[in-house]
């Protein structure tokens, strides 16, 4: 749990969001969050471009729930 309450996330977390595992990935060459799904692995990896975007990055994974549903079949 961060300051204030909100939840802190690190890079490499591993989260439940809708189907397959949602993993939160920092990467300092992106300019924007972005998301893939890998299907080799099964999961689906969300990328920041820092550390302090990686609830932003969540969130984002979470307005597409019902995407990830249907990529999981």
């Given at each position: ?24 990935k920092v990467s ?43 990529q999981k079949a």
């Amino acid at each position: 749990m961060g300051l204030f309450g909100k939840p802190s996330y690190a890079d490499g977390d591993t989260l439940e969001v809708a189907g397959p595992p949602v993993r939160l990935k920092v990467s300092r060459r992106a300019t924007r969050v972005s998301l893939r799904v890998d299907r080799i692995r099964r999961e689906v990896i969300v990328t920041a471009p820092s550390a302090k975007k990686l609830s932003a990055a969540l969130d984002f994974a979470r307005a597409y729930s019902d995407f990830l549903r249907e990529q999981k079949a």
